[in-house]
């Protein structure tokens, strides 16, 4: 049985537990919704768990490829069997050191996001006798989608600003030890619906075609980003685009003829929308407090379990379900998590039936951004277990865990 009740009494909470046909179904959803000539880059900082990079590289030819960050995240898309052919480099501080491990270990497609950092990545190739391709990050002046979330038109430590480009076109192409491949966007995360979605990726093909005239390089990759809705720590169905596939070849005809022949290829990225429905998390309720007129239900799982990020407002207020012990109607409590932090807080003032300790809750649509997204270290409290099932079989158990090395093997 692999079952909530189940599992938490097997395993014990806080745990998470990962459903690899939903990651599946995930990756075949998007895969549909785009024409087939386009690949998928999974952000591997959604969640880096090895079984969900193995299950999404999977599926033949239309399998995905990693995008990643660190070479933590490197060493992960390796284990899980993507060569590093298959894998994207970004970020806005690659060191020399990780450029250097990475481009050893193989990858050769790498996004930058200033001069500075192309030259970087230019002179580490250059040491190891190697020549990386190279995308140029574009923080677009304009965008489409308004009523998104934007990630671009501000100033940034992400990307080129677009206006400044031309400018610059000559000394991009001459940097030693790299190529100009083409150009990488991230313009908006989570549509808010298909409509956004469509119009921020006509808006970015149309830059698109414009820069690369103004660059003067004839374009062999273009990552057009993401976008992609999905539920995160509340109820929803993840979204399916019916309209997406047809709207976008009709937009990449028009500005890249050749993009079905390869030129050059296309590219889309995603994170949550792959694997935030394939996870739960499971927490029980350790302490049950009213104070000045107040409920808190303590957890044992907190910002440490789920969701670091819940500080600057990411993930307030999550969705919880009671497990069999809840009983009647109660009074709406705020989910307060183990630490000695007054921010440690999941939700305020959520409506629950009436719950004692030991009870079992669960926080649905949270497979992306949980344990290493989270304070993990903070209080020295282990980490969660991470359960991964396919459908009623269980398939692995993990957890992270907490380790201390020293220089030269002398302790303090």
Known sequence: ????????????????????????????????ALPDEVEVFYAAKANPHPELLRELRSGGTRGCRAEISSV????????????????????PGKTTGELTEALTRGVRLFST????????????????????????????????????????????QF???????????????????????????????????????????????????????????TFRFLDIGGGFAAPYAVQGERPVY?????????????????????????ACESGRYLVADSGT???SVVNVKDSRDTRYLVLDAGINTFGGMSGL?????????????????????????????????????????????????????AGAYGPTASLLMFLGRPAPAEIVVRGDALVSVSRIQHTRTYDHGQAL
């Open 1 to 32: 049985m692999t079952g909530p009740t189940e599992l938490a009494e097997r395993f014990g909470t806080p745990s998470y537990v990962y459903d690899l046909d939903r990651v599946a179904a995930a990756r075949d959803d998007l895969f549909a």
């Open 72 to 91: 933590g995240e490197l060493d992960a898309a390796l284990r899980a069997g993507f060569p590093g052919d298959r894998i994207l480099y970004t970020g």
């Open 113 to 156: 996001e200033s001069y500075g950092d192309l030259r970087r990545v230019g002179e580490t190739a250059l040491k190891l006798g190697l020549t990386a391709d190279c995308l140029i990050r574009v923080n677009n002046a304009t965008g489409a989608a308004a009523t998104s979330i934007r990630m671009t038109g501000v100033p940034s």
């Open 159 to 217: 990307g080129f600003d677009s206006e400044t480009l031309p400018g610059l076109a000559a000394a991009l192409r001459e940097v030693p030890g790299t190529t100009i491949a083409g150009l990488h966007f991230f313009p908006l995360s989570n549509a808010k619906d298909e409509a956004s979605l469509v119009a921020e990726f006509r808006h970015t093909v149309a830059t698109a075609a414009a820069l690369q005239d103004a660059l003067g390089v």
């Open 242 to 266: 019916g309209g997406l596939r047809d709207a976008l070849a009709e937009t990449l005809d028009e500005h890249f003829p050749g993009w079905r022949d390869g030129t050059p290829r296309i």
């Open 281 to 283: 998390l499971l927490t």
């Open 313 to 365: 407002g990411r993930i307030l207020p999550v969705s919880v379900e009671p497990h069999e012990s809840a009983g009647a109607d109660g009074t709406p409590a705020s989910l307060a998590g183990p630490l000695c932090t007054p921010g440690d807080l999941l939700g305020r003032n959520v409506p629950l039936p009436e719950l004692a300790p030991g009870d079992l809750l669960t926080v649905p649509n």
